[in-house]
């Protein structure tokens, strides 16, 4: 008998009732809590608003019933709930901003709630013998703030907004290693027990503390803190098969705290930029055609090409261009002087240079960053290379005279204000079969090229890198789904989202930065299924016979297709 995907969830993964029934008792609780404090905070208006006599005296009573013998106990389950909640799934403590306010809301109400208004009975039960409305109009203030920084928090519950905090667009970039991975079934249900042993004790001797709560909240915290260690021990990268003779996604799963070392205005539309790491550590080596994510002060993430010398640890060389008419990275980059704290992610390599007898690399425009550091490795190796390289004026043309005057022989320098296009048909008709073509360019100039390459040249190798994303006609898009068997969910894909919107609420943490199918950041794994690769990095053989995808774009020609996530 065939077991469905289902079906499989539910004997694999019994944390998630544990989960289920942690999240169930925390709403209860927290919606009890929102309602008593709202009931205190009547009450005691009804006090201060009354005069002298039995009724002023009696709704302070009332109060003071609510708060020590009832309030106490649903504030502290829904505030240890949540904090078991934080440290035994994926959504962490500060790696969103609604849930980091949250917490620390949560933290200010309990003492709010303990250090001003508990405390302050006594003195509101004599005041209200005394006809005084001083004390008990601070003590409904106070109250009144705990009521409505509970309905806050359920507002935020619902709508989630603001996004990632600094950690988690590092996270974010960070891949694999960044992703908290869900606690074990145990764990999970050692806090839901312990909650309820805490609510049980609590009754019965009049006091209510989290002791058992606590206790597992931090056995949580070391089991999650060891997860992470082993993690890092073992140097885990986006998941790839190794054997399906492909290309890699050769990243590197370190983010550093980063800062802009050195900038040198080169033209009116080009700024370099030298990055480093804030504590002056080694940066990661990197191979020609790899790229950073360069994580903005504002939090857009964008993806630019390194050049320079691949073995210099120090630090890192890019080159960006200003873009008026683009997305407003650019832009708030020209802004950013020397000294400014960026998040750097990477390296990241979807453009490896491969072995061939002969290469021939055409570059567009800014595209000459990307290819620069592979003809230098290639010269250094003594082999047969040639570079045409477009651009619209000689003076904006980057590295033009350095090149022309290093590789005389090997270099065409080509500005649109003042020669002809290049003759690529002749370049190509010189290369031998097994000829390596690497392009980095406007989108017209690669899609010339492949159509060259495609129709006349079916034995040279083709190799390009886009600084866009193809245009992609989703109109005609189908529903599926979507199985992740190590968090034992089934995601329905609706036709207008794609996989990754999908599937964040159930792997926030997923890594994505250009969503465009364009960096690679956001690489799954597939087990089974036929994917419908939408990218702009997977070509040929890989789009037919690998086992990767990029769930930003891509989507999947059957009803299901599992992903390792």
Known sequence: ?????????????????????????????????????????????????????????????????????????????????????????????????????KFVMTIAQILTGTSIAGAAYPQLEAAALDGENGPIVLATIAVG????????????????????????????????????????????????LAALVDLTVGLVTGIPLPSASTVMLVIALVVRRRARMQLASEGSTPAVAAEDGGRRSDASPRVLDGVIA??????????????????????????????IDFVLPSGKVRQYSLHGN????????????????????????????VGSKIGIGGPRNNFPLVD??????????????????????????????????????????LFADELSHHHPDHVVVSAADTDARPDLDAALSDLEDGSAVYCCGPSSMMDALDQRIGSSHPNITFHL???????RDDSHNRAFQVFLPRAGELIDIPADKTVLESLRPVLPELPGSCETGICGSCEMRILAGRPDHRDDILTGTDREHGNRIYPCVSRSKGPLLVLDG
């Open 465 to 471: 890198e886009r600084f866009a994303a193809t245009a």
């Open 356 to 397: 061939a007898p002969r290469y021939l690399f055409v570059a567009g425009g800014i595209g000459i960053t990307a290819l620069k550091p592979m003809l230098e490795a290639v010269d250094r190796a003594e082999k047969p290379w040639e570079l045409i390289y477009r651009g619209r004026s000689r003076a904006d043309m």
């Open 310 to 337: 691949p073995r210099d640890r120090a630090g890192w060389n890019i080159s960006v261009v200003r873009e008026a008419e683009g997305r407003g990275g650019s832009i708030e980059i020209f802004d950013l002087p």
């Open 1 to 101: 008998m065939t077991t469905t995907p289902s079906k499989r969830a539910e004997t694999r993964n019994p944390s998630k009732t544990w989960r289920a029934l942690l999240l169930w008792l925390h709403v209860v609780a927290a919606v009890c809590w929102m309602g008593q404090a709202l009931a205190v905070t009547v009450l005691l208006i009804i006090s201060a608003t009354s005069g002298s006599g039995d009724l002023k005296i009696g709704t302070v009573l009332a109060s003071d019933l609510l708060d020590q013998k009832i309030l106490g106990y649903s504030a502290i389950t829904a505030a240890w709930t949540g904090f078991g909640l934080s440290a035994t799934t994926t959504w962490g403590y500060f790696r969103s901003r609604w849930v980091t306010t």
């Open 262 to 291: 050195e900038r040198t205005q080169v033209t009116d539309s080009v700024v370099q930029l030298r990055v480093a790491a804030v504590d002056g550590s080694p940066v990661p080596d990197w191979k020609p055609g790899a790229h």
């Open 145 to 192: 703030l705990v009521a409505a920084g509970a309905a806050f928090q359920v507002w935020l519950s619902i709508a989630k907004p603001w996004g990632r905090t600094r950690w988690g667009r590092r996270a974010q970039v960070q891949g694999a290693l960044g992703r908290l991975a869900p606690a074990p079934t145990p764990v999970v249900a050692g806090l839901f």
